[in-house]
Nanobody
Framework: QVQVVESGGGLVQAGGSLRLSCAAS????????MGWFRQAPGKEREFVAS????????YYADSVKGRFTMSGDSAKNTVYLQMNSLKPEDTAVYYC??????????????????????WGQGTQVTVSS
């Protein structure tokens, strides 16, 4: 069983920064990619960023491009999300997820919750105005 654990959320003022961390463990194989999603109260879960280990291809949601940076260590199945210039609309629970084994790395599956099968419990990010 794969376990996913996020950390690093908190309360920050608009314009500030936070760094989220996520570690995946367990299972007998290494997954090809990991992703970050977020969910604000009353809204659907939305894509934030995802990273394919081989070749380093990274997708970002338009709403976070230029402000958020995803990085990671494939050997440790660990990813990070550096969030700068935070805005109140970034307030949400942030989830880390592991890409499904055998799923095609396409823009659709890389940016959709349907492309991921293991999820963390989420970490709250609150940005005050």
């Amino acid at each position: 069983q794969v376990q996913v654990v996020e950390s690093g959320g908190g309360l920050v003022q608009a314009g500030g920064s936070l760094r989220l961390s996520c570690a995946a463990s367990g299972g007998t194989f290494r997954r090809s990619a990991m992703g970050w999603f977020r969910q604000a109260p009353g809204k659907e879960r939305e894509f934030v960023a995802s990273k394919f280990w081989s070749g380093g291809n990274i997708y970002y949601a338009d709403s976070v491009k230029g402000r958020f940076t995803m990085s990671g260590d494939s050997a440790k199945n660990t990813v990070y999300l550096q969030m700068n210039s935070l805005k109140p609309e970034d307030t949400a629970v942030y989830y880390c997820a592991v890409f499904k084994t055998g799923a095609a790395w396409t823009s659709h599956y890389a940016t959709s919750p349907s492309g991921y099968d293991y999820w963390g419990q989420g970490t709250q990010v609150t940005v005050s105005s």
